[in-house]
């Protein structure tokens, strides 16, 4: 491959290639980050509710621990655009996608676990037999697992294409 020819078959500059990313990178940091602050919502009332004080001191923390995690859910997919912000004009933005990618891989994880707590607390809380409730909260988290991370995991060994220098892969760090 000579200097700047791609094997992608695109032919953009390095800051169009950057540009086109974050363009797609903001649109799915939308779509987790419209579920993950309505759940977040929804959680913070949770403790204003007379019924909260009824609930086992092992679900009040469990409450606590769902809470933080979507706390800290909202703050990684948010970051993106507040990273996007302090370094505009900069003329670092390739770096600032790969940086972006990182932060919503990670916020895309603490949605993951706050679904999967906030599932947990609200069956144990629903029914008086928590025998099968975890069972069916791993169900759910194995079904996140798989839908996210397995099937376009195996996809990308499947096609067995290693991605070009400076491709999408290489926003989330992967080599």
Known sequence: MKGDERTDGRDESPEERADRKWVDLL?????????????????????????????????????????VLGATAVGALVAPVAFHRIVTGRFIKPEAVVWASRL????????????????????RTATDDDGYVPWIVAGVAGLYILWWLVIPTALRIRLGRRAPEGSDADDAGAH
């Open 27 to 67: 649109q799915e940091i939308r779509v987790a980050q419209t579920g993950v602050q309505i759940l977040f919502g929804f959680l913070l009332t949770v403790v204003f509710q007379p019924s909260y004080r009824r609930l086992s001191d092992a679900d009040q923390t469990l409450y606590m621990v769902t809470i």
């Open 104 to 123: 919503t891989l990670l916020g895309l994880l603490l949605l993951l676990l706050t679904m999967t707590a906030a599932l947990l607390l609200v069956l």
